[in-house]
Each structure stands twice: as structure tokens, then as C-alpha cells.
């Protein structure tokens, strides 16, 4: 099956540690894309990465930071220097070039103790 | 002024019941304009997608963009309890992945 996979589903950090979220996809999707969603907002982008070894900060980058090595893969690491680092982290891909609809993984849940 | 306004409810309905959701915009680049469906704790599954103004229909679910007023909107008809969920509409301008998220809106449907 086709998809967007992304682990764990729930994570928990003490203060002051690096955690990384896993996100991967099988659908030939040039593009990939991190949100945080809080609630009672939109979701605001992190960073996404249009090629192979190149990404861009998007709206809310501080604190975070990622790869991307593979065509497949845009793991994404949480420091310590992201102070409210609490919420619903969701990885998204899409074709560049297609009409822009994104598709989105199952989400990963942050908890910091 | 947020770029994408929408009304984050919550809303309550009967089952049976025609459901609008709805979103307003402020950047007149936005071409593209989707609505997605999230469940609780669950990833945004994309619902519709549409590109000129009017009407596109898919089933029980109607999207109907007016560019000119800058305003979108998601019928639902014949409202079930699984339609329950949380409705975010998205857009993009053309040929640009930077994609603007509504706050998303809270909906029951009660049987």
C-alpha cells in the first residue's frame, strides 16, 4: 500500500532533550513537508524540502531542524532550544508541479514531561 | 488579519441535517483551494479539491469557491455521525507549494 508512515505515534521528551520524528513515503513524492498543529490553529509549516539534500525553513523553523537524504525520507529532530515544543507534528508530501494537494501522515504526538 | 479565516465552531447537528463550512481569504494569489477532513488525533485526509470558482460536487460534499468575494465553501448533505470530525480548508497560490491552513472547524453530527 501506498502512503505516508510516521513514527511513533506518541513520543514524550524530558526538558532539555533532541528527539527526531520518522516520517516516510512510498508515493514517489518529490516534495515533503513538516506542520505543527496546535489547537484552534492552522497549521503552520515547520520545513519542507523540494529535492533530494536541500530544504527550506518555513514559517515557525527555530528550535527544529531536518534532513533529507533520501527521496523516501524528511526526518525531523526537535532540540532543546524549541521552548514550547508540545503538540501534533504532521508530515506531508506531494508531486512538485501537481496541483498542490498535499497528503498527510498520520501525525506524531509530542509530549515534553 | 490572518491570510485564511475560518470559524473554528464548534457545530453541532442532527443527523440529516445540510451542514456550511466556510473560510474567507485576504490574499488574491490563492488558486488552489482544498478542503480537508481530520479526525481526532488522526492526519488531515484530503476531501476536495478545486480550482476555478463555482460549484464541484463529489457525492454528499459540495465545494463552492467565489473568488471575487474571496470566500469558500463545504456543503455537506445528508449529514452522518461519521462525518463528525474537524474541516480545514487550505489554499495555494499557482505553482507555489506554500499552502495557508484555516484554524479548521469543530463538527457533530448527533444521531
Known amino acids: 500500500d501506498g502512503g505516508i508512515t510516521q513514527s511513533p505515534k506518541y513520543l514524550f521528551r524530558k526538558e532539555g532533550q533532541n528527539v527526531t520524528l520518522s516520517c516516510e513515503q512510498n508515493?514517489?513524492?518529490?516534495?515533503m513537508y513538516w506542520y505543527r498543529q496546535d489547537p484552534g490553529q492552522g497549521l503552520r509549516l515547520i520545513y519542507y524540502?523540494?529535492?533530494?539534500?536541500?530544504?527550506q525553513k518555513g514559517d515557525i523553523a527555530e528550535g527544529y531542524s531536518v534532513s533529507r537524504e533520501k527521496k523516501e525520507s524528511f526526518p525531523l529532530t526537535v532540540t532543546s532550544a524549541q521552548k514550547n515544543p508540545t503538540a501534533f507534528y504532521l508530515c506531508a508530501s506531494n508531486y512538485l508541479g501537481s496541483h498542490n494537494e498535499q497528503f498527510f501522515g498520520p501525525g506524531t504526538r509530542l509530549t515534553v514531561l | 488579519q490572518k491570510e485564511v479565516e475560518q470559524d473554528p465552531g464548534p457545530l453541532s447537528v442532527p443527523e440529516g441535517a445540510i451542514v456550511s463550512l466556510n473560510c474567507t481569504y485576504s490574499n488574491s494569489a490563492f488558486q488552489y483551494f482544498m478542503w480537508y477532513r481530520q479526525y481526532s488525533r488522526k492526519g488531515p485526509e484530503l476531501l476536495m479539491y478545486?480550482?476555478?470558482?463555482g460549484n464541484k460536487e463529489d457525492g454528499r460534499f459540495t465545494a463552492q469557491v467565489d473568488k471575487s468575494s474571496k470566500y469558500i465553501s463545504l456543503f455537506i448533505r445528508d449529514s452522518q455521525p461519521s462525518d463528525s470530525a474537524t474541516y480545514l480548508c487550505?489554499?495555494?497560490?499557482?505553482?507555489?507549494?506554500?499552502?495557508?491552513f484555516g484554524a479548521g472547524t469543530r463538527l457533530t453530527v448527533k444521531p
Open positions: 487550505a489554499m495555494t497560490p499557482y505553482n507555489n507549494n506554500d499552502m495557508r
Open positions: 524540502s523540494q529535492i533530494v539534500n536541500d530544504f
Open positions: 478545486t480550482y476555478s470558482s
Open positions: 508515493l514517489n513524492h518529490d516534495a
